[in-house]
């Protein structure tokens, strides 16, 4: 992992487990592999608090153990899953897109196995019953049925998978029921285990319990008793559930195709996009650089019926997105009215070049994105070519040249004539490459999160007073009107919020807001050229 | 190429118009203080986006970060109290210790070195124990003995009162055991007539300003 990525994840794990973890979390981060004792000797904490933050980390699938270098009969060796940990930073994206594609039972069942990192089917149930039962009006329950079958359609289109079967975990293998602990360097993949997607058989009805607060009727304490008699009832020990991030990105990746295609074209091109990419979901592997050809018949057929478009239009629509220089549908054979695919890597690098652009765009101003964009297109270019070709003033073309330079934005590459090198016998060429361009940017991206997180803090830190007072107060607020108090006592406690700290409230609230937002939206950037870097170098 | 040294001396070996300035004109100014810190930028940044999903992942965001604080998963260094041992200390719960975890992990899926007492909310259970424990650890036998006796008629009476009210509050224990501690500490602790916080000797105060920096969320 770069430095940029290690103090990303050192403060997103500060955030959500503390200052303990995060500790031991930075030094597996540094250090690759270690066992127990080495690390706690190397965080200087005591055992039992690594213990526990080991255990944290392993629940939600950060960490993986294995037998060790000394093979099974020597320690246990622990090492850290270092993309999960960013992935935490996208924590609400996907918490909306289960809520916009399966309502709200979907949202809160992500959002529970989100935050518990590893849940059985029965636990997630009955807990997400119980919050939606909350939340409806008196007299109302949310049946576990219904959560359940919105459990169900996660998993058959692969939101959620069962985690990976764990080796026993005993260090010393005795019998032969032991299997040996499989080396640390080799995970599973949970897409190896046959039943990854198989939902268990359990047998749990009921509803959701509201909680109550104080006096109880009698039936309530029956019900009690009752629930916890069901908890050992449910079929499914031992099978456990998370989120299958891939699924999720994938997903993005695909909303963000629609969404560049209805920018460029229109919104029924994008509709037809989409159609051929919902139809390829099962059949394209992960990492496939096209999805698999469809016939025009087919997605002729396949399309929603609210956009009935005569065939002859939608054998245009597919001409033209076929001839658009992005390259996102390609024609790849004649026979059913045609064979299309979509091209996945070309799109993802062509979103990738996009964002480059105007990230140069913004920085820079419009004279050196479009200097950028020539060197993208014609790769190697002569300074004087350069200014001819961007119809720039020469000094101009220089300074921002050698602005992008110093920003390593763009790279001179030196070719000689003769082999001593000299200056005024070799040509330097001016060039832009894509991926290493995209890997700086989006170091770059990790380290504005980290500052943005970083200033968060700050901000939080230095107005500490004033939000603890603001707390109490609301606290009191909230008992005095349960309590049922009158108007001029309420006045009273909020006037012990003067005028000015409102106001540096307000402010205060107004920069956290906006920092939050901002490391949403770099966040997409961040998928964005995660997504186009891993796929070319999975292509290789 | 040595021999060409003396001819065309004033001449350089590339093309000078690429300098950005010509002969004889002065040198570029040179810095004598290093960049600003927050130099004005010529291109201001794109405003964020708005709207309602926006909106919605800002607040997702913001709860997430509230409720994990909340959650067995954050862990807290327990301070040992380095100072004299004061009275109400025996009050005071010893919530945060090292050696327990406060949830369930799963043990058959982890290596059998992590395993650690699972530390269950406070229950009915633990509190007759507590009582028992401080006063043997007290003083002489005899003595003792009877204080037991008594102690335990008064216990049972007490523990029948507190096992009706821990089955109603099963119901709530799922999600919040601190909840749950809360109301047991507020009123049920011990016998005594005080709420647990009317022994927090305040050495609480300062101590806790160096960690958990973010307290409310917006």
């Known amino acids: 992992m770069t430095a940029q990525e290690v103090r990303l994840s050192g403060l997103l794990l500060q955030e959500h487990f503390g200052d303990v973890v995060e500790k031991v979390g930075t030094r597996l981060i540094r250090s690759g592999v270690l066992t127990l004792r080495a690390l706690a000797y190397e965080t200087k904490l005591p055992l039992d608090l690594v213990k526990k933050s080991l255990c944290v980390l392993m629940q939600h699938g950060m960490c993986l153990f294995g037998a060790g270098r000394r093979g099974p009969a020597g320690p246990v060796e622990y090492r850290i899953i270092s993309e999960r940990i960013l992935h935490m930073l996208r924590y609400p994206r996907y918490i909306y897109t289960a809520k916009s594609l399966y309502g709200d039972t979907g949202e809160l069942i992500v959002e529970e196995i989100l935050q518990r990192g590893q849940m059985t089917m029965s636990s997630t149930v009955k807990t997400v019953a119980d919050r939606l039962t909350h939340n409806m009006p008196e007299g109302q329950s949310m049946d576990y049925s219904e959560v359940v079958s919105a459990f169900s359609r996660l998993v058959e289109t692969h939101f959620l998978q069962r985690c990976p079967p764990t080796a026993s975990a005993g260090s010393s293998s005795s019998g032969a029921v032991n299997t040996p602990l499989p080396a640390v360097k080799q995970p599973t993949e949970p897409e190896e285990h046959p039943e990854c997607y198989k939902l268990p058989y359990i047998n749990l009805t009921g509803q959701g319990k509201r909680r109550r607060s104080s006096e109880d009727g009698e039936a309530d304490q029956r019900a009690a008793k009752k629930a916890k008699t069901d908890d050992s009832e449910c079929g499914d020990e031992g099978i456990y559930w998370q989120v299958n991030f891939q699924r999720f990105h994938l997903h993005f990746r695909d909303q963000a195709i629609i969404s560049a295609v209805s920018c460029k074209l229109d919104q029924t091109s994008s509709e037809i996009v989409r159609t051929m990419l919902r139809m390829s979901e099962v059949t394209t592997p992960a990492h496939a650089a096209f999805t698999q050809a469809l016939s025009a018949n087919e997605i002729f057929r396949a399309l929603p019926s609210s956009y009935n478009i005569a065939r002859p239009i939608l054998d245009q629509y597919l001409t033209l997105l076929v001839d658009d220089p992005m390259e996102f549908v390609g024609k790849t054979g004649d026979s059913g009215g045609g064979m299309y695919v979509v091209n996945l890597h070309r799109a993802l690098a062509n979103l990738a070049r996009a964002t480059l652009e105007s990230v140069v765009q913004e920085r820079f101003g419009s004279r050196s994105a479009r200097i950028f964009r020539l060197l993208l297109r014609k790769r190697h270019l002569e300074q004087k070519q350069v200014e001819d070709f961007a119809m720039v003033p020469a000094k101009e073309a220089k300074d921002m040249l050698y602005t992008l330079l110093s920003e390593n934005l763009v790279q001179l590459q030196e070719i000689p004539k003769t082999p001593d090198y000299a200056p005024s016998r070799t040509f330097y060429l001016y060039t832009v490459n894509q991926l290493p361009t995209a890997r700086l940017l989006l170091q770059h991206c990790y380290k504005t999160v980290g500052n943005l997180i970083e200033r968060r803090l700050y901000e939080t830190k230095e107005n500490k007073r004033l939000l603890e007072k603001s707390q109490r107060i609301e606290a009191i607020l909230a008992s005095l009107q349960a309590t049922g108090a009158e108007a001029a006592q309420l006045t009273e406690v909020e006037e012990m919020i003067t005028a000015p700290e409102r106001q540096q409230l307000e402010s205060l609230r107004h920069h956290i807001n906006k920092l939050d937002s901002s490391e949403n939206q770099v966040d997409e950037t961040i998928f964005l050229l995660e997504s186009y870097i891993n796929s070319t170098q999975a292509a290789r | ?218």
């Open chain 2, 1 to 218: 190429m040595a021999g060409s040294r003396g001819r065309g001396r004033s001449q350089f070996t590339f093309n000078v118009d690429a300098l950005g300035f010509g002969r004889g004109d002065s040198l570029p100014t040179s810095a004598h203080t290093p960049s600003p810190l927050f130099p004005p930028m010529q291109f201001k940044p794109v405003p964020l986006h708005t709207g309602e999903e926006v909106d919605y992942m800002l607040a997702l965001k913001q709860e997430l970060r509230a409720s994990s604080k909340n959650l067995p998963f954050h862990i807290k260094a327990f301070r040992t109290k380095t100072d004299v041992a004061r009275y109400s200390d025996k009050y005071q719960n010893g919530e945060t210790k090292n050696n327990c975890i406060e949830w369930s992990p799963d043990w058959s899926r982890m290596p059998k070195e992590l395993c650690i007492k699972v530390r269950k909310p406070r229950k009915t259970g633990a509190k007759p124990q507590l009582t028992k424990k401080t006063k043997v650890a007290a003083g002489k036998e005899e003595v003792l003995q009877k204080l037991e006796t008594l102690e335990k008629r008064e216990e049972e009476q007490h523990s029948e009162e507190e096992e009706d009210e821990g089955k109603k509050k099963q119901n709530e224990e799922e999600e919040e055991p601190d909840a749950d501690q809360d109301y047991d500490e507020e009123d049920l602790e011990d016998e005594t007539d005080y709420i647990m916080s009317y022994f927090d000797n305040g050495e609480d105060f300062g101590a806790d300003s160096d960690d958990n920096m973010d307290e409310a969320v917006y």
